[in-house]
């Protein structure tokens, strides 16, 4: 209909959002319209913002909107050991849990072949690059333990062995208060493998 | 953070569409931010273009970029039938069927008073207005068969049936395709007393 042109724009726009199919998008073009005009002008004007002022760190290749984030400038923080991660929302996990103090790098992906995702997309060059700088004495690799983040921490090790680069994996094994009854078998082959 | 100032307000102002938490609300800012920032910029733009454009048509209450939706002004649609829906998707729900070619009007809700939406809040006293306009016949109640449908229908049918309007309401029963074994007993019981 030519007198809805707007609406069904913004119906193909949701839609680009990851997760979001034609109804999903539908109903929230009607919700915004028709309860939250505000919101949609807070949306559209954030946006922007984010588009315009958010780049990636130059050490760490997170999200920042300065040349370099908080935490790569952070003098506190061990710039001995370097966490190696998927995403800010894993970085963020491991930053709850109080445990680490040294730096991170941020691959902002994962390699997936089937995808078209190679090792130059989650820039392996760079942190090659950030890993060989003589301060950083220890890499742990802190990728998801999926099949995609196994291979991806097995390519990146394997990068950063033969650079000479100490490289460490997190600990696989039975979750905290779970019963062995309960975990699948494969955790607890690990656990046994990886006992200490 | 304060790094990350734009990424955060970004992340709120997503938590206000319908059906999007904090999870999803930082997976679609990290997935427009890295992978798809011309969608990003076409969703601002096509925000900012419907809440301008798009209100609602002033006979149905639709979604209109006119003054008049184009289904009010085609010419070749029967205005002696109007039949009452709940959401623009539903009246292309039944457009859809090309079984109705009468005219609409779209409440853009439903009666909730738990969530406090009374009969002002759906248009009631403009439907009725659209309704007792001399020309519309009939009045078929097209509401959801939910709770809140059928309480909706049934005011709106009360208020219509009292200024002398016929009310007609959409046939329960048993969807084309179903096998009466598999069929709700409620479904069965309403297509029984409603046998003709």
Chains 1, 2 share one sequence.
Do not use: W
């Amino acid at each position: 209909m030519s007198d809805t042109h707007s609406l069904d724009a913004l119906v193909q726009a949701l839609r680009r959002l990851p997760g979001v199919g034609v109804r999903s998008a539908q109903r929230m073009a009607f919700h915004m319209l028709q309860h939250d005009r505000d919101g949609a002008q807070l949306l559209a004007r954030s946006l922007q913002e984010a588009v315009t002022h958010v780049h990636h760190c130059a050490l760490c290749h997170t999200f920042t909107e300065g040349e370099v984030c908080a935490t790569c400038l952070d003098p506190r923080r061990d710039a001995t050991k370097l966490a190696v991660v998927e995403t800010p929302a894993d970085q963020a996990a491991l930053e709850r849990t109080g445990a680490f103090k040294g730096r991170y790098f941020v691959l902002m992906g994962k390699l997936s072949p089937l995808d078209g995702v190679g090792p130059h997309d989650i820039g392996v060059h760079k942190l090659i690059d950030r890993a060989s700088d003589g301060v950083v004495q220890e890499v742990i690799l802190a990728t998801n333990f999926t099949a995609e983040g196994e291979a991806t921490a097995h390519v990146i090790g394997q990068a950063l062995k033969s650079r000479g680069l100490v490289v460490t994996r997190l600990a696989r094994g039975v979750p905290a208060g779970s019963e062995l009854e309960y975990v699948d078998l494969g955790t607890i082959a690990h656990a046994l493998v990886d006992r200490r």
